[in-house]
């Protein structure tokens, strides 16, 4: 059982390259998310879904897209590498139940990518 | 809009002594509050959590608290080692199901 196996773990890009970072989770999670990691700001929402198909803007959406077409894959694009990117981004997926209940969203973390952007 | 605030940024202790980071929350919905553990190199793990309709939860060395009237809630490691030496982050569930995370607490633990 490997949980959120994010590749590659790091790269290096030029301003305006293109890339995608993989998200796999082998817990049959419904709920999968993409963040970024900049010091003093946390871990920001980029992008979401909600199950296979599906998927949403988070906080700070601008400069990415995200697809959904298996449950275990989450893929994160950056079509025009810029500067600003330069970040560490981690996937994470959870089972969440039911929005407004008490129960958890317990989020299992991969183990981060760290990218640069020249 | 929402958020979570987190304090202190930076935390330095020595070792044996208590460490406390404390979270202020904005939604009032918000009713599940995890703690994260990020060491270097590594993804966040969570360590514990705690559910609105209970005040304080214990996991040995670790605790935590909440206020649900002031919003706040903190953590607290007693006993402090050399290897509770990373990131913290305390987080909260919205009321539409999304983790709201703080800005996150570097400790470090002096041996």
């Known amino acids: 059982n490997a949980g959120v196996t994010q590749t590659p773990k790091f790269r290096v890009l030029k301003t305006g390259q293109s890339m995608t970072l993989l998200c796999a989770q082998d817990?049959?999670?419904?709920?999968m998310y993409w963040y970024r990691q900049d010091p003093g700001m946390g871990l920001r929402l980029i992008h979401y879904s909600v199950g296979e198909g599906t998927t949403a803007k988070g906080e700070v959406p601008d400069g990415y897209n995200v697809s959904r077409l298996k449950k275990q894959n989450f893929l994160l694009g950056l079509e025009s590498a810029a500067p600003s990117q330069t970040s560490v981004y981690f996937c994470a997926s959870s089972y969440p139940g039911l929005a407004g209940s008490l129960a958890k969203n317990i989020q299992y973390f991969g183990a981060g990518t760290r990218l640069s952007v020249l | 809009g929402e958020n979570v605030e987190q304090h202190p940024s930076t935390l330095s202790v020595q070792e044996g002594d208590s460490a406390v980071i404390k979270c202020t929350y904005s939604?009032?919905?918000?009713?599940?509050f995890p703690w994260y553990k990020q060491e270097l190199g590594k993804g966040p793990q969570l360590i514990i959590d705690i559910r609105s309709n209970v005040g304080e939860k214990k996991d040995q060395r670790i605790a935590v608290t909440l206020n649900k009237t002031a919003k706040h809630f903190s953590l607290h490691i007693t006993e402090t080692q050399p290897e509770d030496s990373a990131v913290y982050f305390c987080a909260a569930k919205n009321g539409i199901g999304k983790l709201i995370f703080g800005q996150g607490t570097t400790l470090q633990v002096k041996p």
């Open positions: 939604d009032s919905a918000s009713n599940y």
């Open positions: 817990m049959n999670h419904e709920y």
